[in-house]
């Protein structure tokens, strides 16, 4: 069993409300075309998104009764809380294999096949990724995309890793106290730390979408290095393939 954890954007606090659901039910549909069927997606929200498809009891949409975010700050506020109430949920559910994704971001469709057989380890990261510009017709491969993308690790946690409460408030007591609540950039190294070293998956497991308009990814304001966007100015652009298509749900807007 996997869980799939999906913090999503509030409509107040979005330019495009529409174009958020239709990039969201992309990633949904990319999680949920696994190849085993043993998974579960949690999605936290304040507005239940409008969606195209229907899915069955294993999406699960968890409603916020917070304050609506008012600025990009209270934005990542609430994207904290969402993660918590996932968390929550996984706890309850007795913990276990766990990927947290932006809600736009694509994901392989092999993950939950490999953590049902690969049991007991401590989890997992994908070495390389792809980075995906909106609207074009390649990608690019880049090396420890979880320094940039937060749909990267896959961690094994026990009820003992995950929050017992919910914070008081935005301004909350579990940043940083829980393995789900540190950043994704620390994680990999984190863990290494803690003697649970995260093994190497090996394939790819991440498309990392960019310049979607309301990139969840970008919500604090930060974008890739100059050092990153030199090596991706190097990298080869590597074109979409079908095979892409039907292992990450890999298409453009609108299809």
Not at 120 to 139: D, K, Q, R
Not at 195 to 200: A, D, M, N, Q, W
Not at 247 to 253: Q, S
Request: aromatic fraction near 12%.
């Amino acid at each position: 069993m996997i869980y799939f954890g999906i913090p999503l954007r509030s409509k107040s606090v979005s330019h495009n409300w529409e174009e958020v659901c239709e990039v969201f039910e992309r990633t949904l549909r990319s999680a949920y075309h696994q190849t085993n069927p043993d998974f579960k997606i949690f999605v936290a929200c304040h507005d239940l998104p409008t969606l195209r498809h229907t899915y069955d009891d294993r999406v699960e949409f968890l409603r916020a009764d917070t304050p609506f975010p008012t600025d990009s700050y209270e934005m990542m506020l609430d994207k904290g809380w969402k993660i918590s109430m996932i968390a929550a949920k996984i706890r309850e559910a007795g913990g276990g294999y766990t990927m947290l994704l932006d809600s736009d971001d694509m994901v392989s469709n092999r993950i939950a096949q490999y953590c049902v057989d690969h049991p007991g380890t401590n989890g997992f990261v994908s070495l390389h990724g792809y980075i995906y510009n909106e609207g074009l017709s390649y990608v690019k491969r880049t090396f420890k995309l979880y320094r940039i993308c937060g749909s990267c690790s896959i961690i094994n946690y026990s009820v003992d890793d995950l929050p017992d409460h919910m914070p008081a408030n935005f301004h909350d007591d579990l940043k940083d106290q829980y393995i789900i609540r540190r950043s994704h950039r620390e994680i990999p190294n984190y863990m290494a730390s803690i003697g649970r070293k995260l093994k190497t998956i090996p394939f790819i497991t991440t498309v990392y979408v960019r310049n979607t308009g309301d990139n969840h990814s970008m919500l604090d304001g930060n974008d890739l290095s100059k050092a990153r966007k030199l090596e991706l100015f190097f990298r080869r652009k590597e074109k979409i393939t079908e095979k892409m298509r039907r292992e990450f749900g890999l298409v453009p807007l609108g299809k």
